[in-house]
Protein backbone atom coordinates (compact mmCIF):
# COMPACT_ATOMS: atom_id res chain seq x y z
CA UNK A 1 0.00 0.00 0.00
CA UNK A 2 2.90 2.46 0.62
CA UNK A 3 4.77 1.89 -2.50
CA UNK A 4 1.14 2.34 -4.41
CA UNK A 5 0.56 5.53 -2.68
CA UNK A 6 4.28 7.04 -3.77
CA UNK A 7 3.19 6.37 -7.79
CA UNK A 8 -0.09 7.17 -7.68
CA UNK A 9 0.54 10.40 -5.57
CA UNK A 10 3.15 10.72 -8.84
CA UNK A 11 0.14 10.17 -11.41
CA UNK A 12 2.35 7.22 -12.20
CA UNK A 13 1.37 3.64 -13.26
CA UNK A 14 3.47 0.58 -12.06
CA UNK A 15 3.31 -1.15 -15.56
CA UNK A 16 5.36 -3.60 -15.33
CA UNK A 17 6.68 -5.88 -12.42
CA UNK A 18 8.94 -8.58 -12.21
CA UNK A 19 10.64 -11.22 -9.74
CA UNK A 20 14.50 -12.14 -10.11
CA UNK A 21 14.40 -16.04 -9.88
CA UNK A 22 17.66 -18.84 -11.83
CA UNK A 23 15.40 -21.41 -11.95
CA UNK A 24 14.29 -22.66 -15.40
CA UNK A 25 11.00 -23.24 -15.92
CA UNK A 26 11.36 -26.69 -18.16
CA UNK A 27 13.80 -27.86 -15.23
CA UNK A 28 13.82 -31.68 -16.18
CA UNK A 29 13.71 -31.73 -12.21
CA UNK A 30 10.17 -31.47 -11.50
CA UNK A 31 10.82 -30.23 -7.60
CA UNK A 32 12.93 -27.08 -9.27
CA UNK A 33 10.16 -26.60 -11.68
CA UNK A 34 6.82 -26.72 -8.79
CA UNK A 35 9.23 -24.82 -6.87
CA UNK A 36 9.62 -21.89 -9.31
CA UNK A 37 5.61 -22.18 -9.71
CA UNK A 38 5.24 -21.67 -6.39
CA UNK A 39 7.55 -18.14 -6.43
CA UNK A 40 6.02 -16.86 -9.55
CA UNK A 41 2.61 -17.57 -8.05
CA UNK A 42 3.09 -15.47 -5.09
CA UNK A 43 5.00 -12.70 -7.38
CA UNK A 44 1.12 -12.77 -9.05
CA UNK A 45 0.04 -12.01 -5.90
CA UNK A 46 2.15 -9.13 -5.28
CA UNK A 47 1.89 -7.71 -8.42
CA UNK A 48 -2.10 -8.01 -8.12
CA UNK A 49 -1.39 -6.18 -4.43
CA UNK A 50 0.39 -3.72 -6.44
CA UNK A 51 -1.82 -3.24 -9.29
CA UNK A 52 0.90 -3.74 -11.56
CA UNK A 53 -0.11 -3.52 -15.12
CA UNK A 54 1.82 -7.22 -15.99
CA UNK A 55 4.01 -9.68 -14.50
CA UNK A 56 6.80 -10.30 -16.16
CA UNK A 57 8.84 -13.77 -16.25
CA UNK A 58 11.44 -15.41 -18.09
CA UNK A 59 11.79 -18.77 -19.13
CA UNK A 60 15.19 -19.52 -17.75
CA UNK A 61 18.01 -21.83 -19.17
CA UNK A 62 19.20 -25.19 -18.72
CA UNK A 63 22.67 -23.44 -19.31
CA UNK A 64 24.36 -22.94 -15.55
CA UNK A 65 26.02 -19.97 -16.71
CA UNK A 66 22.60 -18.09 -16.28
CA UNK A 67 18.99 -17.89 -17.78
CA UNK A 68 19.69 -15.76 -20.92
CA UNK A 69 22.50 -18.42 -22.49
CA UNK A 70 22.00 -21.12 -24.81
CA UNK A 71 21.82 -24.83 -24.45
CA UNK A 72 20.61 -27.41 -26.81
CA UNK A 73 18.25 -28.75 -24.78
CA UNK A 74 16.42 -25.65 -24.86
CA UNK A 75 15.01 -26.68 -28.28
CA UNK A 76 13.52 -30.23 -28.03
CA UNK A 77 9.83 -30.95 -27.84
CA UNK A 78 10.33 -32.65 -24.23
CA UNK A 79 11.26 -28.65 -23.22
CA UNK A 80 8.74 -27.15 -24.75
CA UNK A 81 6.25 -29.63 -23.55
CA UNK A 82 7.50 -28.94 -19.56
CA UNK A 83 7.55 -25.35 -20.69
CA UNK A 84 4.24 -25.24 -21.22
CA UNK A 85 2.67 -27.81 -18.26
CA UNK A 86 5.00 -24.80 -16.12
CA UNK A 87 3.12 -22.21 -17.77
CA UNK A 88 -0.48 -23.49 -17.69
CA UNK A 89 -0.11 -23.84 -13.75
CA UNK A 90 1.07 -20.37 -13.54
CA UNK A 91 -1.97 -19.47 -15.96
CA UNK A 92 -4.70 -20.67 -13.62
CA UNK A 93 -3.48 -18.73 -10.60
CA UNK A 94 -2.61 -15.65 -13.09
CA UNK A 95 -6.13 -16.28 -13.83
CA UNK A 96 -7.29 -16.16 -10.17
CA UNK A 97 -5.15 -13.17 -9.35
CA UNK A 98 -6.97 -11.02 -12.24
CA UNK A 99 -2.84 -10.62 -13.22
CA UNK A 100 -1.32 -10.66 -16.78
CA UNK A 101 1.85 -12.68 -17.12
CA UNK A 102 4.09 -11.87 -20.13
CA UNK A 103 6.82 -13.98 -20.96
CA UNK A 104 10.10 -12.84 -22.01
CA UNK A 105 11.74 -14.36 -25.61
CA UNK A 106 15.29 -14.15 -27.16
CA UNK A 107 16.67 -16.07 -29.86
CA UNK A 108 19.22 -17.76 -27.10
CA UNK A 109 15.58 -18.84 -25.34
CA UNK A 110 13.51 -21.78 -25.71
CA UNK A 111 11.25 -19.14 -27.15
CA UNK A 112 13.45 -18.50 -29.60
CA UNK A 113 11.70 -17.43 -32.67
CA UNK A 114 7.84 -15.90 -33.50
CA UNK A 115 6.66 -18.90 -34.45
CA UNK A 116 7.85 -20.75 -31.24
CA UNK A 117 5.98 -18.18 -28.90
CA UNK A 118 2.78 -18.01 -31.24
CA UNK A 119 2.98 -21.85 -30.40
CA UNK A 120 3.71 -21.63 -26.90
CA UNK A 121 0.89 -19.59 -26.50
CA UNK A 122 -1.57 -21.08 -28.22
CA UNK A 123 -0.82 -24.75 -26.50
CA UNK A 124 -1.00 -23.04 -22.97
CA UNK A 125 -4.55 -22.03 -23.75
CA UNK A 126 -4.43 -18.74 -21.22
CA UNK A 127 -5.79 -15.49 -21.41
CA UNK A 128 -3.55 -14.39 -18.34
CA UNK A 129 0.01 -16.00 -20.15
CA UNK A 130 1.07 -13.24 -22.90
CA UNK A 131 4.36 -11.94 -24.59
CA UNK A 132 6.20 -8.77 -24.32
CA UNK A 133 6.87 -7.36 -27.76
CA UNK A 134 10.25 -6.68 -27.75
CA UNK A 135 11.55 -7.32 -31.66
CA UNK A 136 15.14 -6.59 -30.90
CA UNK A 137 15.27 -10.13 -29.60
CA UNK A 138 13.71 -11.95 -32.32
CA UNK A 139 16.78 -10.52 -34.63
CA UNK A 140 19.42 -13.32 -35.01
CA UNK A 141 21.30 -12.79 -38.29
CA UNK A 142 23.11 -9.89 -40.27
CA UNK A 143 20.17 -10.43 -42.86
CA UNK A 144 17.20 -9.65 -40.45
CA UNK A 145 18.96 -6.81 -39.28
CA UNK A 146 19.70 -5.33 -42.63
CA UNK A 147 15.75 -5.57 -43.99
CA UNK A 148 14.34 -4.66 -40.20
CA UNK A 149 11.13 -3.34 -41.73
CA UNK A 150 9.98 -6.93 -43.37
CA UNK A 151 11.25 -8.78 -40.44
CA UNK A 152 9.74 -6.27 -37.70
CA UNK A 153 6.41 -7.13 -39.84
CA UNK A 154 6.68 -10.80 -39.70
CA UNK A 155 7.07 -10.18 -35.44
CA UNK A 156 4.16 -8.66 -35.41
CA UNK A 157 1.88 -10.41 -37.36
CA UNK A 158 2.86 -13.57 -35.50
CA UNK A 159 3.00 -11.93 -31.94
CA UNK A 160 1.18 -8.68 -32.18
CA UNK A 161 -2.23 -10.19 -30.99
CA UNK A 162 -0.46 -11.32 -27.52
CA UNK A 163 2.07 -8.86 -26.55
CA UNK A 164 0.36 -6.26 -24.20
CA UNK A 165 3.19 -5.06 -23.69
CA UNK A 166 6.65 -3.31 -25.04
CA UNK A 167 10.50 -2.87 -24.61
CA UNK A 168 12.13 -0.09 -26.69
CA UNK A 169 15.56 -0.58 -27.90
CA UNK A 170 17.58 -0.61 -30.79
CA UNK A 171 19.87 -3.41 -32.97
CA UNK A 172 23.30 -2.49 -34.00
CA UNK A 173 25.38 -4.47 -36.84
CA UNK A 174 28.68 -5.14 -34.63
CA UNK A 175 32.21 -4.90 -37.53
CA UNK A 176 33.43 -8.14 -35.83
CA UNK A 177 34.58 -10.81 -38.37
CA UNK A 178 31.74 -13.21 -36.21
CA UNK A 179 28.44 -12.15 -36.62
CA UNK A 180 27.65 -9.92 -33.92
CA UNK A 181 24.42 -8.10 -32.95
CA UNK A 182 24.45 -5.32 -30.13
CA UNK A 183 21.64 -3.95 -28.38
CA UNK A 184 21.32 -0.17 -28.42
CA UNK A 185 19.74 3.03 -27.28
CA UNK A 186 16.60 3.51 -30.32
CA UNK A 187 18.00 5.67 -32.81
CA UNK A 188 21.70 4.35 -32.83
CA UNK A 189 20.94 1.40 -34.31
CA UNK A 190 19.02 0.05 -37.47
CA UNK A 191 15.44 -0.58 -36.05
CA UNK A 192 12.84 0.76 -38.21
CA UNK A 193 11.05 2.81 -35.43
CA UNK A 194 8.57 4.19 -37.92
CA UNK A 195 7.23 0.70 -38.34
CA UNK A 196 7.58 -0.79 -34.46
CA UNK A 197 5.73 2.57 -33.34
CA UNK A 198 3.03 2.00 -36.16
CA UNK A 199 2.60 -1.92 -35.67
CA UNK A 200 2.46 -1.17 -31.89
CA UNK A 201 -0.02 1.28 -31.69
CA UNK A 202 -2.39 -0.87 -34.04
CA UNK A 203 -2.20 -3.56 -31.49
CA UNK A 204 -1.82 -1.40 -27.91
CA UNK A 205 -3.20 2.11 -28.32
CA UNK A 206 -3.15 3.09 -24.81
CA UNK A 207 -0.66 0.36 -23.96
CA UNK A 208 3.13 0.86 -21.97
CA UNK A 209 6.38 1.05 -23.90
CA UNK A 210 9.42 0.31 -21.88
CA UNK A 211 12.81 1.80 -22.57
CA UNK A 212 15.07 -1.59 -21.76
CA UNK A 213 19.07 -1.80 -21.09
CA UNK A 214 19.72 1.83 -21.60
CA UNK A 215 21.83 3.57 -19.56
CA UNK A 216 20.26 7.02 -17.93
CA UNK A 217 22.43 9.37 -20.19
CA UNK A 218 21.17 7.88 -23.32
CA UNK A 219 17.61 8.41 -22.26
CA UNK A 220 16.97 11.55 -22.77
CA UNK A 221 18.58 11.01 -26.86
CA UNK A 222 16.09 8.17 -27.06
CA UNK A 223 13.06 9.91 -25.89
CA UNK A 224 13.37 12.39 -28.46
CA UNK A 225 13.90 10.11 -31.19
CA UNK A 226 10.80 8.41 -30.30
CA UNK A 227 9.08 11.41 -30.11
CA UNK A 228 10.35 12.56 -33.27
CA UNK A 229 9.47 9.08 -35.01
CA UNK A 230 5.97 8.98 -33.66
CA UNK A 231 5.27 12.81 -34.62
CA UNK A 232 6.15 11.96 -38.36
CA UNK A 233 3.92 8.66 -38.29
CA UNK A 234 1.09 9.90 -36.29
CA UNK A 235 1.37 7.91 -33.29
CA UNK A 236 0.45 10.15 -29.95
CA UNK A 237 2.48 9.45 -26.86
CA UNK A 238 1.49 10.63 -23.77
Known sequence: ARGRAIWESLGLDL????????????????????????????????????????HLIRPGSRNPAGPWTPHPNKHTDES??????????????????????????????????????????????????????????????????FNATEHLGYIFDVLGPVSPIGHAKDIIVGNNLITHLDEGAPGDGVLDYATFLTRFQEYNPEGYLLFEHIPPEKIPGAVAHLRRVADEVGVEIS
Not at 25 to 43: M, S, T, W, Y
Request: hydrophobic share 45%; charged share 20%.
Open 80 to 145: ISLFVETLRQIGANAEANGVTVVVECHVVSIMRSPDVCAQVIEQVGSPNIRLVMDPVNHFESIQQA
Open 15 to 54: AQFLLLYEECLFDPNEAIRQRIVEKICEGNRVARLLGAGV
